[in-house]
């Protein structure tokens, strides 16, 4: 029997009621259909949206062409760039990959809220801080652990971003290809097929239904000797 969703801080969940509505009536609420761009690598952003339902991708193009997936956002978290306010360029892609409902806020509407309303100035903060700090780790983690350490954190990420306790195990409330994790990893999706297999061996997790379930997550942590960074950290 499914137990409870893992419980994780997000942008919108850390404002006052009060200051939740407020927010509110500063954005325009937009439905976006799965496939719509919401920005570019390389635009200049004016705008950064609150998704209220659905899922937006944000990825890169690497060098020599391909798609590199970077974060996953849902419900109550923030899309847009540290970027938004010091004028510099986008670094990522956004793309909705689930029927979304968004709310859109202009960036100079914003810093007029932020003059006023320390609250929502401050959630704003964290928000940037902690955005920053995932992809450096990520990317950390890519660079310093290669494919298969990589591939482990990524399960953690999704696990502590998507995760739903159940008796045995977390399952990973996402369905994701072999494909769809290689592109968050850099690599092919024969390699992740292997690694999938390794651990399905070891019974470290299992597939139901397209969907990962993790039975030891702490194999995982014990390869990549994780610390007690704050679980907001380390997501997708």
């Known amino acids: 029997m499914k137990k409870k969703q893992l419980e994780m801080k997000r ?7 009060e200051n939740q509505q407020l927010l509110l009536t500063y954005g325009l609420e937009i439905k976006a259909r799965t496939g719509t761009f919401l920005f ?76 006023e309303n320390g609250e929502i100035a401050v959630a704003f903060m964290k928000w940037f801080a902690r955005h920053t ?34 008796d045995n195990g977390i399952l990973i409330n996402v369905q994701l290809t072999n494909q769809d994790i290689a592109s968050y990893i850099g690599t ?19 597939m139901k239904d397209g969907y990962i379930i993790l039975h030891n997550i702490d194999f995982l942590k014990d390869y990549l000797h994780c610390g007690d960074c704050p679980v907001e950290i380390c997501t997708i």
């Open 133 to 166: 700090q995932s992809t450096q780790a990520k990317f950390r983690d890519l660079i310093l652990c290669g494919k298969t350490g990589a591939f482990y954190s990524t399960l953690i990420r999704f696990s502590n971003s998507y995760g739903v306790e159940e």
């Open 11 to 17: 942008f919108f969940n850390e404002l006052s009621d």
């Open 40 to 115: 570019y690598e390389g635009d200049f952003p004016e705008h950064v949206y609150l998704v209220r339902s659905g899922k937006v991708r944000l990825s890169k193009m690497t060098a020599d062409g391909k798609e590199f997936s970077v974060h996953l956002k849902q419900k109550d978290e923030l899309v847009g760039e540290v970027g938004l306010f010091n004028e510099m360029s986008i670094s990522v892609t956004a793309e909705v990959i689930e029927d979304a409902v968004l709310v859109r806020f202009d960036r100079h509407m914003l810093e007029g809220l932020f003059r």
């Open 188 to 206: 092919t999706r024969e390699s992740v097929n292997r690694m999938l297999n390794d651990l399905k061996k070891s019974d470290v997790l299992s």
